[in-house]
């Protein structure tokens, strides 16, 4: 089975800030993992995803995250937040062995102070 | 434009009412899924479904039932045996992670509001 920790329910960051929103997961078998966003009231957006290759994954709207296996963690970051970037941020992984489920985390909410 | 439609945006239900929530894709993905959120719980799976004519339950499917006719379409119905419907309902699609060059991400619709009156 997999399971997904976002350890941060909220964040919250002065805008030019940099910030990092951090993700483990645990997984008995090879993931894929993905980055999502959710702005009120709307559905969710792919903001970046892991599935081979570099470590070192970028994104959409400035975020990056970086995928490191022995402390299987996916945390995002960005080097100057905007207030555009207040939304919900939901870390989900998805095994190589069954493409029926991905598995999300609870969400963290950045929320941006001027 | 390729994308994920549901309808209606915002649901208003008495008690002891089913309802229906419809989601349509034309992204020609074979697996669909309806997801429940409320606050501070993430994303539950209610149902899925990897192919026309078959679905699965996800982890709170209780009080919920689902349709798969056409590879387009995947309805949910809210039934009244569900005890705690007032929520956030998202649809999503994707294609199998499997075949070359697809990410296997999931697209996601804006979402129905249900609110049990």
């Known amino acids: 089975a997999q399971s997904v920790t976002q350890l941060d329910s909220q964040v919250p960051v002065f805008e030019e800030a940099p910030v990092e929103l951090r993700c483990n997961y645990s997984?008995?078998?090879?993931?894929?993992l993905f980055w999502y966003v959710q702005y009120p009231n709307q559905g969710l957006q792919l903001l970046l995803k892991?599935?081979?290759?570099?470590?070192l994954v970028k994104g959409i709207n400035g975020f990056e995250a970086e995928f490191n296996k022995s402390q299987t963690s996916f945390h995002l970051r960005k080097p100057s937040v905007h207030i555009s970037d207040t939304a919900e941020y939901f870390c989900?992984?998805?095994?190589?062995?069954?493409?029926?489920?991905?598995?999300f985390g609870s969400g963290t909410r950045l929320s941006i102070r001027p | 434009d390729g994308g994920i439609t549901q309808s209606p945006k915002y649901l208003f239900r008495k008690e002891g009412q089913n309802v229906t929530l419809s989601c349509e894709q034309n992204?020609?993905?074979?697996?669909m899924y309806w997801y429940r959120q409320d606050p501070g719980q993430g994303l539950r799976l209610i149902y899925y479904s990897q192919i026309v004519n078959d679905f699965q339950k996800g982890d709170i499917a209780e009080g919920y039932s689902v349709s798969r006719e056409k590879k387009e379409s995947f309805p949910l119905t809210v039934t009244s045996a569900q005890k705690n419907p007032t929520a956030f309902y998202l649809c999503?699609?994707?294609?199998?992670?499997?075949?070359?060059?697809?990410?296997?991400?999931?697209?996601f619709g804006e979402g129905s509001r249900l609110t049990v009156l």
């Open positions: 892991y599935l081979s290759g570099s470590t």
């Open positions: 992204l020609n993905h074979d697996a």
């Open positions: 999503a699609s994707r294609s199998s992670p499997g075949l070359a060059g697809v990410s296997g991400e999931l697209f």
């Open positions: 997984s008995s078998v090879s993931v894929y």
């Open positions: 989900a992984v998805s095994p190589y062995s069954s493409a029926s489920k991905i598995i």
